[in-house]
């Protein structure tokens, strides 16, 4: 309760620290601090290198602990159109324990350059589990290439509606027309599919399972075949895997291999919650 006190009690400081890091400080150094504190528990000590915006989601945010971290990439981004501000996305590859081990585990996070220096944005908890297992953003297609996205279809058991979203990025200057879409119809129904992509679109495909099975992370397939106004032929396989519980969903929960394949569809599994040690993390 006493972290708990302090830590909200942080909010309130409008990000003025004596030991906040310098806005001459490079991102990479500001990073490793971040992380540092994370890795060693420290939460008080990392709210200082989170946006003021933040805060709250930073504080209300529980992760299972991680025995070290590397950065992986640091990719500029668009700078506010509000007032300029640069933006990082950082990816960092952490090694988080779970009940069956230590396994690696990407986080991305977006940083931005304030006036105080660089800050990191910390979205909401709830949608940040959300998108553990439910994604349905397209990608922009590619000049000159007709493909499909992502390159694995993942329905996961977590989701309530059990669909999954491929994308058929038609980058060339023709239409492109579906002409078959081959899967197993004993599991899945299709439920989405354009009949026509134009030259720069993007058509949606979606699949639900309606299978039983309950067996996790199966595997089946998908066959799309289309064609141009001037006859091209594509075909494209692409591997379907359902009932789906990720790495990242059984982290999360605290499930073992074993936890995780014992659940029984619409069973309700809560995310487990730590009480805060003395550093508040």
Do not use: C
Not at 138 to 146: I, S
Not at 192 to 220: D, F, M
Request: charged share 25%; net charge positive.
């Amino acid at each position: 309760m006493i972290a708990a006190i302090g830590l909200t009690a942080l909010l309130g400081l409008q990000g003025i620290s004596a030991s906040a890091p310098e806005k001459t400080e490079r991102l990479q150094t500001v990073i490793e601090s971040y992380w540092d504190h994370l890795q060693h528990r420290r939460k008080l000590m990392a709210l200082e290198y989170v946006e003021l915006e933040s805060r709250q989601n930073f504080v209300r945010r529980q992760e299972p602990p991680f025995l070290s971290w590397k950065l992986i990439e640091l990719q500029e981004r668009p700078s506010s159109k509000v007032d300029g501000s640069r933006r990082m996305l950082v990816t960092v590859e952490v090694r988080r324990i779970v009940q069956d081990g230590v396994y690696p585990w990407k986080v991305r996070e977006e940083w931005v350059r304030t006036e105080e220096g660089w800050k990191v944005e910390i979205g909401d908890a709830i949608s940040a589990r959300k998108n553990l297992w439910t994604s349905d953003k397209p990608v922009e297609p590619r000049n000159g290439v007709v493909d499909v996205g992502p390159e694995v279809l993942r329905l996961h058991f977590f989701s309530g509606s059990q669909t999954g979203s491929l994308w058929l990025r038609n980058g060339s200057r023709e239409t492109v027309q579906i002409t078959s879409l081959i899967y197993d119809a004993r599991l899945f129904e299709l439920l989405e599919s354009p009949e026509k992509v134009p030259s720069g679109g993007v058509g949606k495909i979606r699949l639900r399972y309606v299978g039983t099975e309950k067996a996790k992370n199966l595997k089946s397939g998908l066959v799309i075949q289309a064609k141009t106004d001037s006859g091209a032929a594509h075909t494209f396989s692409v591997p379907v895997r359902y009932n789906v519980i990720s790495r990242a969903a059984m982290g999360l929960l605290r499930l073992s291999a074993e936890d995780a394949q014992a659940l029984e569809r619409g069973q309700t599994v809560a995310v487990p919650r730590r009480k805060p040690n003395p550093e508040g993390y």
